[in-house]
């Protein structure tokens, strides 16, 4: 049945600078193939270590 749903092998995408995450937990909102925000999001920790 996921094969009728998706028509492509892109379900969603993002892209974020890394260096301008702040630390903590973040909703990072996703797009669809044509750029358009989705109903997607993706729950994240953020932890920046130098090293």
């Known amino acids: 049945m996921d094969d009728e749903r998706l028509g492509d092998d892109l379900a969603a995408w993002a892209c974020f600078r890394l260096d301008r ?18 109903k997607g ?7 920046k270590t130098v090293s």
């Open 41 to 47: 999001v993706l729950l994240v920790r953020i932890k």
């Open 21 to 38: 995450l702040q630390p903590g937990v973040r909703m990072l909102h996703l797009y669809n193939s044509n750029g358009v925000v989705s």
